[in-house]
């Protein structure tokens, strides 16, 4: 296991369908350390199938945090898993001198990594009444309010996705000040180390596996999981690509072949997307998952560098 100090998170991330999973067991028995979850949909109980998330066999293997804490309607946030982390890092590092994180929630990772801009909560009340308007005018009525409230957010936002607009427009009726006000993205210190490990395939490759593991979720009962949770499909943790496509099946919108291609079709997209944004950090080093000795040297020398120590397998 490693020794020396300052204690040290290494985070393994990547696009979904990459192989983290396997490859975050096998570092995590290598350096005696616990895995945290980095996914935000792994957060809550009977989405197992849908989200990949770690199997017992697999949470028997290695002890894992922040996976099936949350009930499908408990609200959530980034800045409340950074809250939570922070502190099960504190507790974990008195024992553990190596933690791991995987995950490829971008925000989540961003929160702990690199500390989110202190956002005001919203108080239900105005998020209940914002979501009662998008459901009744739409995300064209919200976004002229946007454009109005904060003009230097809304030419920057994903004006697509009506999760980040209506957070905007929250904070903007609840403070009284522009959104964008309390975006700063200064990167806060933390008292530990951070070792970042990005997992990237071929594309061709990684789409492979993707359309793999969708139809490998469907042999495992992804419908029979979808249809138990169809009742709650209003949730925000079922605004999930898996699920949603298969709701749409239940509605009788489209026959399930078609709901089946649209969930490889969005996954691969979801996967573009992640490797768009964590491209952007420059501290994260890339590698196959296959090529562990070279990851592991990686480690090897950043753990040295930053605390002069070596890192040994057990």
Same mark, same amino acid.
């Given at each position: ?8 998170? @290494? ?8 192989? /983290? ?7 995590? &028995? ?9 996914? #935000? ?6 989405? #197992? *199938? ?31 898993? &950074? ?28 929160? *702990?990594? /690199? ?30 309010? @946007? ?8 030419? /920057? *936002? ?124 420059? #501290? *994260? ?18 753990? #040295? /560098? ?6 040994? &397998?057990?």
């Amino acid at each position: 296991m490693p020794l020396g100090a300052p204690p040290c998170l @290494l985070v393994l991330l990547g696009p979904t369908g990459t192989g /983290k999973t396997e490859l975050s067991l096998q570092l995590a &028995e290598t350096f005696g350390a616990p895995i945290i979850s980095a996914d #935000s949909r792994q957060l809550y109980r009977d989405l #197992s *199938i849908g989200t990949a998330a770690p199997s017992p066999e697999q949470q028997a293997r290695v002890r894992h945090y922040m996976v099936g804490t949350l009930a499908p309607e408990d609200y959530y946030s980034a800045s409340r898993f &950074e809250e939570e982390v922070l502190a099960l890092l504190e507790k974990l590092f008195a024992t553990h001198p190596v933690v791991l994180m995987a995950g490829g929630s971008m925000m989540y990772i961003d929160a *702990i990594c /690199k500390g989110l801009d202190e956002i005001p909560t919203v108080t239900p009340d105005i998020r209940k009444a914002l979501w009662v308007q998008y459901e009744q005018e739409g995300l064209a009525f919200l976004l002229e309010e @946007l454009k109005t409230a904060d003009p230097v957010h809304y030419q /920057k *936002i994903d004006r697509r996705n009506h999760k980040r607009v209506i957070h905007a427009l929250e904070i903007c009726r609840m403070t009284g000040r522009p959104y964008s006000s309390f975006c700063t993205r200064a990167v806060r210190e933390r008292p530990f180390q951070i070792i970042q490990i990005g997992l990237a395939r071929p594309r061709e490759e990684l789409y492979e596996r993707i359309n793999r593991r969708v139809d490998r979720m469907m042999a495992d009962g992804l419908l029979d999981e979808a249809r138990r949770l169809y009742p709650f499909r209003h949730l925000n943790a079922l605004n999930t690509v898996g699920y949603k496509e298969l709701f749409h099946y239940f509605d009788g919108e489209w026959p399930l072949d078609m709901a089946v291609e649209k969930i490889k079709r969005n996954t691969r997209v979801y996967a573009r997307k992640q490797m768009t944004w964590f491209r952007r950090d420059k #501290s *994260i080093g890339w590698f196959h998952p296959d090529d562990r000795a070279a990851i592991l040297t990686h480690i090897e020398n950043a753990v #040295s /560098k930053d605390a002069g120590c070596k890192v040994q &397998e057990v």
